[in-house]
């Protein structure tokens, strides 16, 4: 099979995609985690430590999940992509390395203690703990982040002998302004699938009027902790990184816009489908002027096109680049619009006895999750035809030894075990959701033994 | 420089195998020592919270293997292709099933989970112990450094040899044995009452097949690769290794005879990273030895990272390492001695 490189796309691809649920999970709870952890602390309010041992647990199932599936990820790099690893081994090997030394051990001591060592532990060394488990998962976050932001927008780099690429700027590499940037936007992002599922399960107790001193904390710290990451994901963050694109990128620009000519006023185009084949966006509703103003400040600004690029430079599926812009666009404006009304209700002291805003606070938990995937599809279809920006093809990456046939067979393998891992932490999160949180003088419940 | 990184690694690897060995071999056992839902529930217990840790130094070793020797990485884990993928879904089930087993109190699920646990790990032992033996014996790697592996070819380990073959096959059981024994002699050292008792005497059984094992593994690694030994007469550190083997030997059957529990696992983690040490000390350079053509060979210094970022590296993996093992401390000392039946059932461990 010749087709190699699209299965090695593919595999990829979809344990990446898989894989990146669980973490933005973890790393949007860990905060809240903590916050609650120190509340309970300072107050010594046991709604806090309640709150903080059910999500705990929650926690710990998606910990697991996200470890188990992030391992197959560091080790792809080498699998499947081995050319690419030679190619940029020197760089990448660097943070790839420092996310195992410093935040994986980091994060692995911790988690189980802070999920299950409460006793053991006492209260100030659990927090610590739980603060451990926050700052390790972000650090992670981050050297993963800068190893992208390197295949995005390369820098700190010098070209070898052998036509590899060597280590030339450590500073420069760790502290790239696209990692920065991105670093911000995805974080924040986390932070707001974090705050919709805590959201969500107070939007489920109170509807099921259960647990209902849970239901109101969660419903607190969900829709003031989501209403607040929505907006910082839209301004600045995610301002900040357009303008990133804009500037390095600005074939990927056009392609999410869906802009195939050049010229001032610059419209965004709030829907429409591309037509690549006739060179426009068919059946477009537009705002004149707002790209050009939002990319570069100013309404008469120019926002190139595609026709100013060579056509073998376009993005490779500029379709699905578009509608993944637009559909992450679409659910980051709708997330405001939720949380704000729920924080207004919620402050008018109505929220509890709202039920059609507490049935969409409940269902609104799986869309942060698709604005997520749909966000890291832009940026990773926005990036071809390179694997590393500029410099490196896409088709130049792949292992050469190994056959196409071998990654169909892997990736049916991936799907299948990620199908049931899916289904098994589905059922314990709803197993756990369904118990409830219990309050200190209930954990001899037997409901609650584990051995 | 490349030598501080080949020990790095090395080191890296010993970690790994000591302790999260530890946690496969008692794995394995769970259901040879524990004949009810509440014993093996004590081996879980045993195992510990910090089992992720352990297992990070696989995971670690790989990324500090991407930083020292990016090329050999690309070379083996594409030529690997296969097996790398059983290990990768192994290791899935083995987190998978330590960690949800207990989060529901149902004897059907525990039970079904456990039976999870000890298949994953036996399936862990034997594919790292095939891995191991295939970096011994070699890899028919060509003259631009590429490879691939079939799972078997036919048995022999000369030329375009497969992943299982006698040797590694071999290399495979002693891996499983010695992890199941460097388990037991831990799971006497962290248990009491019956698991106790019952590990400790599957312990001398264990011990006595891997005195066995290791002649047998002796005299083939002598006819798969001649150059072994040749190599580690000349290398002072293999000699270190040496040591740590039959050190390690003599305090697991003292250890085991007088019951001095303690004396036997640590004699258990000497004879795992003696070995270890004997034969990294003993190969080097050569990190992928080619059964096609011994020139083919990807020695350390090939296949090191070039340019500054080995010594950029060397600055800061000494401070991770340190943060490493404080995190270790501080969790580790909340969970020592030997672990009593669950009396907080809010807490596996």
């Not at chain 2, 040749?230 to 040496?242: H, T």
């Amino acid at each position: 099979m010749d087709d190699a490189l699209l299965w090695h796309r593919l595999q990829f691809g979809f344990t990446v995609t898989y894989h990146y649920l669980f973490p933005q999970l973890t790393m949007g709870l860990a905060w809240i985690l903590v916050y609650w952890k120190w509340r309970h602390l300072r107050t010594g309010d046991e709604r806090y430590a309640s709150a903080m041992r059910f999500w705990a647990r929650i926690f710990g199932i998606t910990f697991t999940v996200g470890v188990v599936t992030g391992i197959p990820m560091e080790f792809q790099f080498g699998t499947n992509w081995a050319n690419f690893s030679r190619y940029s081994g020197n760089i990448i090997g660097q943070t790839l390395g420092m996310e195992g030394m410093f935040a994986f051990f980091l994060e692995s001591a911790m988690v189980g203690a802070m999920v299950w060592g409460e006793k053991r532990l006492g209260p100030r060394n659990h927090f610590l703990a739980t603060l451990g488990v926050a700052v390790g998962s972000w650090l992670s976050g981050y050297f993963i982040l800068v190893t992208n932001a390197f295949m995005q927008h390369p820098v700190g780099y010098s070209l070898a002998a052998d036509g590899t690429l060597r280590l030339a700027d450590l500073q420069a590499f760790l502290l790239n302004p696209w990692a920065l940037v991105v670093f911000l936007h995805n974080q924040i992002a986390a932070v707001v699938t974090g705050s919709f599922a805590v959201a969500a399960v107070g939007a489920l107790y109170a509807l099921r009027k259960h647990h209902a001193k849970q239901a109101s904390l969660f419903l607190k710290t969900g829709t003031i902790v989501g209403l607040l990451a929505s907006v910082l994901v839209a301004f600045p963050t995610g301002d900040m990184h357009a303008r990133k694109v804009a500037q390095y990128q600005p074939v990927t620009l056009a392609a999410m816009e869906g802009r195939f000519h050049s010229g001032p006023m610059a419209e965004i185009n709030m829907i429409g489908q591309p037509n690549v084949k006739e060179h426009r966006l068919d059946n477009p509703i537009r705002i004149p002027g707002a790209l050009s103003f939002l990319a570069y400040g100013s309404f008469y600004a120019n926002v190139r096109g595609l026709d100013e690029f060579p056509e073998d430079s376009w993005p490779t599926n500029i379709e699905l680049l578009y509608y993944s812009f637009h559909i992450m666009v679409g659910l980051g404006t709708i997330f405001i619009a939720l949380m704000a009304c729920a924080c207004v209700q919620r402050w008018r002291g109505r929220l509890e006895k709202t039920p059609a805003l507490l049935w969409m606070l409940m269902l609104a938990f799986p869309f942060p999750f698709i604005a997520a995937s749909a966000g890291w599809m832009v940026a990773e279809l926005g990036r071809q035809p390179w694997l590393v920006y500029g410099l490196f093809h896409t088709t130049q990456g792949t292992s050469e030894v190994v056959s196409g046939g071998d990654v169909l067979f892997t990736l049916i393998g991936f799907v299948g075990l990620y199908f049931v891992l899916g289904v098994l932490y589905l059922f314990m999160v709803g197993y756990e959701i369904l118990h409830g949180p219990q309050s200190a003088s209930s954990t001899v419940n037997p409901g609650g033994t584990h051995g | 420089m490349v030598e501080t990184w080949y020990a790095i690694l090395s080191f890296m690897l010993v970690m790994f195998v000591i302790l999260d060995g530890f946690g496969i071999g008692a794995g394995m056992l769970q259901y040879a020592v524990g004949k009810t839902d509440a014993e093996r529930r004590l081996v879980i217990r045993a195992i510990g919270p910090l089992w992720s840790w352990h297992e990070v130094w696989l995971v670690s070793f790989g990324g500090t293997l991407f930083v020292a020797f990016p090329s050999i990485l690309a070379s083996a884990f594409a030529g690997f292709y296969l097996a790398f993928f059983l290990l990768l879904w192994s290791l899935v089930l083995r987190g998978v099933s330590h960690e949800v087993s207990g989060h529901i109190d149902d004897p059907l699920w525990r039970t079904g989970w456990h039976f999870c646990f000890v298949t994953a790990n036996i399936l862990l032992a034997i594919l790292i112990g095939a891995a191991l033996g295939n970096v011994v014996r070699g890899v028919p790697l060509d003259a631009h450094g590429r490879f691939t592996l079939s799972f078997f070819t036919n048995f022999g380990v000369r030329g375009h040899v497969g992943i299982l073959d006698w040797y590694t096959v071999s290399v495979a059981v002693f891996t499983l044995v010695t992890l199941a024994a460097h388990g037991a002699a831990a799971l006497v050292l962290k248990t009491d009452g019956p698991v106790h008792d019952r590990s400790e005497r599957l312990a001398k059984v264990l011990w006595n097949t891997v005195l066995v094992l290791l002649a047998v593994i002796t005299v083939e690694s002598e006819y798969v690769r001649p150059d072994l030994f040749p190599g580690m007469l000349r290398q002072p550190f293999a000699w270190l290794g040496v040591v740590g083997v039959l050190g390690g030997l003599i305090a697991v059957f003292t250890g085991l005879r007088s019951r001095s529990e303690r004396r036997t696992v640590m004699g258990s983690c000497a004879f795992l990273a003696g070995l270890m040490i004997a034969g990294a000390a003993s190969v080097f350079p050569v990190m992928l030895h080619s059964t096609l053509a011994t020139e083919d060979s990807l020695t350390a210094y090939g296949g090191a990272a070039t340019g500054h970022g080995l010594a950029i590296a060397l600055i800061w993996w000494p401070i991770a390492l340190a943060l490493s093992i404080s995190y270790f401390l501080f969790i580790h000392h909340h969970y020592e001695g030997k672990v009593k039946p669950a009396q907080d059932p809010q807490s596996p461990y």
